[in-house]
């Protein structure tokens, strides 16, 4: 019997499923689609932003060069997003942290990132059963079974990655609260006959928002029609060709349309991630407009987040509580994130109010302030838990730490088990009588911030940093009570010797 079924093996369930397996969890996927790949996963409809954060998941489990990213540390960024389709300059940024090679967001593909995460899935022993469609789910206290078409899969927990319409969501009983649409929005893939009737990039007109990529015939419309437009079907060429000539104020005309799809700004969110022996993890618990491209940052985050802990309390040395901290953790994040895109679908709405709100919005990114507020929020970098300590580095990301000998600290998280920095020496029993959840370093850095040790959790979240009296009690709340057993097992020592996870 697996420790934990997943139902969904998108993007955030996939990363999640190499969470547990990482960490020794017995894991099976189940995922509707026979097969991985469609034109919609792939370059341009599936084109996908990952934020400096969700880069940092990837660099954090060794994933980094496999979607083609460089591994050369910085200490500003490049390149940052933009809001409500107003381009943030880089230059403005003020973001100060230890040099890094997660500070750029990052355009890649769904399938650029499914693919990653499968084969890393698969090479850690992760079971993916394709075609399965689950349509039931129960539980009691011990266990819970997933049905699908018949079959049951039981485990000690499930979670549903099943997407925004999840089914877990309902079938577990799960309140789903928020906002209604007030738009459709259209992405297509089209020819257009007659190109130079459109500007290319974002474009806010009376009448709504249109986008022409720089890719072929790669189109995004808004239609702040309510959220009217019927969208159990498709839309026709006419349908997409009339939206777009009212909303470009054009007679643009599209001679063919080859794929098409519609969306909405609804933005809704569970009211907790965990009912019983099931949690929610990326759409499945939140679904919002995919402006500002922040849905699937959102759930590699929850990932990140709900992997360790769940891992922990199928092993048993969870501290009581710990499960229960991925929704008071994460619902907030996904809270601050729907409002946010709330407020860039008021800004970009039609009319004069919008137009103004505009104004305002293009005069506080001019300034260094604006951008660098902005930066923080959607680099999903700059939040902060509670993790039971004022220290200022608590709760927070933890800078990139590089040890002397250059080892950095994203490399010492790829084994999934939180690091105790010890700068200065003599915290080894802290890590010894947890094995194979703290990972033991001791020694000089090279930059280490004035600071005598940092505790790291496994999504690296610092834990606690600074006087060295208080890490016991903050290793106990994270990583659970020593084993007495353990007590005598041979520590790590000496600059720069890093034990290895049990
Ligand atoms: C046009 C567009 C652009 C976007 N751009 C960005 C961007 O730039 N950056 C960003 O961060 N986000 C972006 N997003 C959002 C992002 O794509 C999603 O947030 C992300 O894909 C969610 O991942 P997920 O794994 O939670 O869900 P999904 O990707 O929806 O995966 C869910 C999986 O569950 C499976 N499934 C569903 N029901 C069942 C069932 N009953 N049984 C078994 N399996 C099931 C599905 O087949 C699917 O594989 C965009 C979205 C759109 C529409």
């Not at 980094?64 to 933009?82: F, I, K, M, Q, W």
């Not at 499930?158 to 459709?184: I, N």
């Not at 509580?321 to 039609?350: C, F, K, N």
Request: glycine content about 14%; hydrophobic content about 40%; proline content about 6%.
């Amino acid at each position: 019997m697996p420790d934990v079924v997943i139902v969904g093996g998108g993007p955030v369930g996939l990363f999640l499923a190499c969470e547990l397996r990482l960490a020794g969890c017995e894991v099976i996927v189940l995922e509707r689609e026979p097969q991985p790949h469609t034109a919609w996963k792939a370059l341009p409809l599936g084109m996908r932003g990952l934020n400096p954060a969700s880069v940092e998941a990837f660099y954090r489990r060794g994933m980094l060069s496999a979607l083609g990213v460089d591994e050369e540390p910085r200490t500003s960024p490049r390149n940052v997003s933009h809001f409500a389709g107003m381009t943030l300059d880089p230059a403005k940024v003020r973001f100060t942290t230890l040099p890094s090679p997660a500070l750029d967001a990052v355009m890649t593909s769904l399938e650029a990132v499914e693919t990653v995460l499968s084969e890393r899935a698969v090479e850690l022993g992760v079971r993916i059963e394709r075609g399965v469609v689950v349509d039931a789910v129960a539980q009691d206290d011990q266990y819970v079974e997933a049905t699908a078409g018949g079959r049951t899969y039981r485990a000690r927990w499930l979670v549903g990655c099943d997407g925004g319409r999840s089914a877990v969501r309902g079938l577990a009983g799960f309140e789903f609260v928020g906002t209604g649409p007030q738009l459709t929005g259209y992405t297509a893939l089209a020819t257009i006959a007659d190109p130079e009737k459109l500007r290319p990039g974002f474009n806010l007109t009376p009448d709504g928002m249109y986008l022409r990529m720089p890719i072929g015939g790669h189109l995004g419309l808004m239609d702040f029609d309510g959220g009217a437009y019927d969208r159990s079907q498709p839309p026709t060429r006419e349908h997409l060709q009339a939206v777009l000539r009212r909303i470009s104020g054009t007679d643009v005309t599209l001679s063919d349309v080859q794929l098409v799809s519609t969306f909405t700004d609804r933005a809704m969110q569970a009211t907790t991630y965990r009912r019983g022996r099931v949690l929610l993890a990326g759409d499945a618990a939140h679904i919002h407009s995919p402006l500002g491209g922040q849905g699937l940052n959102l759930g590699i985050g929850d990932a990140m987040n709900l992997g360790w802990k769940l891992a922990a309390t199928v092993h048993g040395y969870a501290p009581g509580g710990l499960l229960d901290t991925y929704t008071t953790e994460r619902h907030p994040v996904g809270a601050r994130i729907l409002d946010w895109s709330r407020a860039q679908v008021a800004v970009m709405r039609p009319g004069g109010s919008a137009t103004a709100l505009q104004g305002v919005v293009r005069d506080l990114l001019a300034t260094a302030d604006g951008t660098t507020y902005v930066f923080e929020r959607v680099s999903g970098l700059c939040g902060r838990y509670d993790v039971g300590s004022e220290h200022p580095l608590a709760g927070r990301d933890a800078p990139d730490f590089r040890l002397e000998d250059g080892t950095s600290l994203g490399e010492l998280l790829r084994e999934g088990c939180g690091v105790l920095l010890d700068f200065r020496g003599g915290l080894e029993d802290v890590a010894r009588g947890r094995p194979g959840r703290i990972r033991h370093v001791a020694g000089p850095a090279r930059d280490d911030l004035g600071l005598d040790a940092v505790l790291i959790r496994p999504d690296g979240v610092v834990a606690w940093a600074g006087e060295p009296g208080e890490v016991e009690r903050a290793a106990g709340r994270w990583f659970g009570a020593p084993v007495a057993a353990a007590v005598d097992a041979p520590a790590s020592s000496g600059p720069w010797a890093a034990s290895e996870p049990g």
